[in-house]
């Protein structure tokens, strides 16, 4: 590829090349080339406008059509290497656009800044991740409900503050991460629409008195609307800090998962074991079998979170309208999506191949606690006593049985009647966690029935 020096990429007002070590600061095409097709697509419409309205020909226009798809030829051949002195993206499809056309490749950039282009590239992008992201999140949820699926009428202890509360249905945990899921595909299908607006035509900050058409290039590129402000429209990057902030929520709902995968698998938990598809083993203790795949997904949170926080500090002061500083929203972009695509996806086979629950260990995890002790008072109140005296009295009784090393379901009936008079051998029944779950019928309850209808409804979302 034809190289020039640096200092002709500026008007003759410049005489000297940049420092070295300055060129190498300044240079952003080191990550920006990740913009490639996105930029060379908005060149094309953008030629393609120029001509609609009559600035350049139509024949023009094609010849540099041609140019651009022949510098994406050359990219997928691997012949498109641009150098530190191409500075960014933009600047190399056009230095090689000249190469190709001679003095026609010039004419690109009429009516353009690249304050405009690098803006327009960037929506562009952005949009085709975020649609990558929700199909991660569909494949995430899909493997949640398989497992739901599979364990339908397996319980597991519920916890508050990490003490044993109530037990649940398994699926019905599960199914509480398909909740969170879907409640980040609606935002990124949210954010979406204020990222698909188009920038360009906004030219350097003040708009162009080259006769443009901004409705004909942001149809051509897909756009829902243009921008209503020049300034806004080059300046803006707050669709960068939601898309950021959405991020983060997804990683935050698949940390939360993995650290309860990580306590689930451990020897005091014993709820999961690991297959050999997703756990790693100690270089020095030969009997370990370690997390690393949850482990690593709550560990990633620290850089998305990071980016977020990094992208607010860097838009906060600057004055309108585009300040180089945005060079710096890319690699914090770039590096989220590639994130959170890498943590959806090792999620989703670590709950396809990477778990296996042990139900065994489960069911007698829910039958060996007090976690039944709700149900004694429900049923207490079912006969007519208050429910505060009826939670004081059951309170007392779960104070004697740690006394004497028995569970509430080993309490023979006298003792039960000498509590309350109302206690009959049902009660027995009413406290098997079976029944303790299947009886949590309110609607978004944890009962069995509740449970299915949940499954049912995730299953139309998911399979449609
Ligand atoms: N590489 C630049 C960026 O990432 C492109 C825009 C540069 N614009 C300018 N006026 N220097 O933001």
Redesign the pocket.
């Known amino acids: 590829m034809a190289v020039e020096s640096s200092s002709s990429t500026w008007s003759q007002r410049f005489e000297q090349g940049l420092h070295p070590a300055i060129e190498r600061f300044n240079a952003?095409i080191g990550f920006?080339i990740t913009l490639l097709q996105q930029d060379l697509d908005g060149s094309i419409a953008h030629a393609r406008m120029l001509a609609s309205t009559g600035v350049i020909t139509a024949e023009e226009a094609e010849q540099l059509v041609g140019g651009l798809e022949q510098v994406r030829a050359e990219a997928a051949a691997g012949a498109f290497n641009p150098g530190l002195e191409d500075?960014?993206?933009?600047f190399a499809v056009e230095r090689r656009l000249i190469a190709l056309l001679g003095p026609l490749g010039k004419k690109l950039h009429t009516g353009r800044?690249?304050?405009d282009?690098?803006g327009t590239d960037l929506r562009l992008w952005l949009r085709g991740q975020i649609d990558a992201i929700d199909a991660a999140l569909v494949r995430f949820e899909r493997a949640l409900l398989a497992q739901a699926e599979a364990h339908a009428e397996v319980m597991i202890p519920g916890y508050t503050h990490l003490q044993r509360a109530q037990p649940i249905c398994l699926a019905h945990h599960l199914l509480a991460y398909v909740e969170m899921a879907e409640r980040d595909r609606a935002r990124l299908r949210d954010l979406r629409q204020r990222v698909n607006i188009c920038p360009l035509g906004a030219a350097?900050l003040a708009g162009t008195p080259v006769p443009i058409d901004r409705r004909h290039t942001a149809a051509a590129l897909g756009f829902d609307a243009v921008y209503a402000n020049s300034l806004d429209a080059v300046s803006d990057r707050d669709f960068a800090v939601e898309f950021s902030a959405a991020a983060s929520l997804v990683m935050v709902h698949l940390s939360r998962l993995s650290e309860e995968v990580i306590l689930w698998a451990s020897e005091e938990f014993r709820f999961v074991t690991l297959t050999d598809r997703c756990a790693t083993g100690s270089s020095l203790m030969p009997q370990k079998k370690n997390p690393d795949v949850p482990e690593l997904v709550r560990g990633k949170c620290g850089r998305v979170f990071g980016h977020l926080q990094g992208l607010l500090v860097m838009i906060k002061g600057l004055p309108l309208a585009?300040n180089?500083d945005?060079?710096e929203?890319?690699e914090a972009l770039f590096d989220t999506v590639a994130t959170t695509l890498a943590c959806l996806e090792a999620m989703a086979i670590l709950l396809e191949e990477g778990l296996q629950f042990q139900p065994e260990r489960l069911e007698q995890a829910v039958g060996s606690d007090f976690s039944n002790a709700t149900d004694v008072a429900d049923y207490l109140v079912a006969k007519g006593v208050p429910f505060r005296e009826a939670y004081q009295l059951v309170g007392g009784l779960v104070k004697t049985c740690l006394q004497e090393g028995l569970l509430l379901r080993e309490l023979p009936l006298e003792r039960w009647q000498q509590l309350h008079p109302s206690f009959g051998d049902d009660i027995y029944a009413a406290i098997a966690p079976r029944q303790v779950v299947a009886a949590r019928r309110s609607e978004g309850g944890t009962g069995f029935e509740q449970v299915r209808q949940q499954l049912e409804r995730a299953q139309a979302r998911l399979r449609a």
Do not use: I
């Open positions: 952003s920006d500075e960014d993206v933009h800044s690249r304050n282009q690098v350097a585009y180089k945005f060079q929203d890319k």
